[in-house]
């Protein structure tokens, strides 16, 4: 999906797409193995493209908003405002996605360190 795509869009449309693709996005649930590492980290390369779409998708939409009102294309205005709000919410989605991740992350960090610490005393 492009830019041009999001303009030609349905509303429903877009927020059943943004539904599917970025609030319904599959995060790894915990974070024992190297293998869900890797899994985590995959995601958050994917996380972080989806992020930078979207805030390109919501600068075009604050132009076209603009010129839309400057038309005095009220209609087409509203659904291009009802779109970035979409959009918006995608991009806070997937954000929240990515810190959860990376808090994940951190969490076993914090779990493999504690467990080497507590080895070492037992030494």
């Given at each position: 999906m492009n830019i041009r795509d999001i303009a030609d869009i349905s509303v429903r449309d877009l927020a059943e797409y943004c539904d599917k693709e970025y609030f319904s996005f599959p995060i790894v649930?915990?974070?024992?193995?190297?293998?869900?590492?890797?899994?985590?980290?995959?995601?958050?390369?994917i996380l972080t493209g989806y992020s930078s779409f979207l805030a390109s998708i919501m600068s075009h939409l604050k132009y076209m908003i603009r010129?839309?009102?400057?038309?005095?294309?009220?209609?087409?205005?509203?659904?291009l405002i009802?779109?970035?709000?979409?959009?918006?919410?995608?991009?806070?989605?997937?954000?929240?996605?990515?810190?959860?991740?990376?808090?994940?992350?951190?969490?076993?960090?914090?779990?493999?360190?504690?467990l080497h610490m507590t080895d070492s005393i037992k030494k």
């Open positions: 649930q915990r974070v024992e193995t190297p293998d869900d590492l890797q899994r985590v980290s995959e995601q958050m390369g010129d839309a009102k400057n038309d005095g294309n009220k209609e087409l205005a509203d659904d009802d779109k970035k709000t979409i959009i918006e919410n995608a991009f806070k989605s997937v954000n929240q996605s990515y810190a959860c991740l990376s808090r994940r992350v951190a969490i076993h960090k914090d779990i493999m360190m504690e």
